[in-house]
Nanobody, 127 residues
Framework: QVQLMESGGGSVQAGGSLTLSCGNS????????MGWYRQAPGKERELVAA???????NYGDSVKGRFTISRDNAKNTLYLQMNSLKPEDTAVYYC?????????????????????WGPGTQVTVSS
């Protein structure tokens, strides 16, 4: 079972910081929190930052130099440190599950045909 859950959202003033966390409260060993996406009202969901199973990190252009994605592999927890927040960062932030960084257990490749998302956490940045 996959049950991703984000935490750490809230309301801050421009220039402030927030740290988001995401874990899997389910019992799946095959899907781990690996990326952050966000969606503002009236806009498409966009990449914020993600880590591939091979350890490669990708950042969205708008957050480079301000946000940092990291994992605690022992706890299977994903983090997003957000600094120098801007009003344009206001959005619902979603945690995305994907292939784990290390394949300890056998997992069906069919699992990775689907998308796995948390319910999202609201981040609001005021000027």
């Amino acid at each position: 079972q996959v049950q991703l859950m984000e935490s750490g959202g809230g309301s801050v003033q421009a220039g402030g910081s927030l740290t988001l966390s995401c874990g899997n409260s389910g019992d799946s060993f095959c899907i781990s929190p690996m990326g952050w996406y966000r969606q503002a009202p009236g806009k498409e969901r966009e990449l914020v930052a993600a880590i591939t199973s091979g350890g490669r990190i990708n950042y969205g252009d708008s957050v480079k130099g301000r946000f940092t994605i990291s994992r605690d592999n022992a706890k299977n927890t994903l983090y997003l440190q957000m600094n120098s927040l801007k009003p344009e960062d206001t959005a619902v932030y979603y945690c995305k599950g994907d292939r784990p960084p290390s394949q300890v257990f056998y997992c069906s490749e069919d699992l990775y045909l689907y998308d796995y998302w948390g319910p999202g956490t609201q981040v609001t940045v005021s000027s």
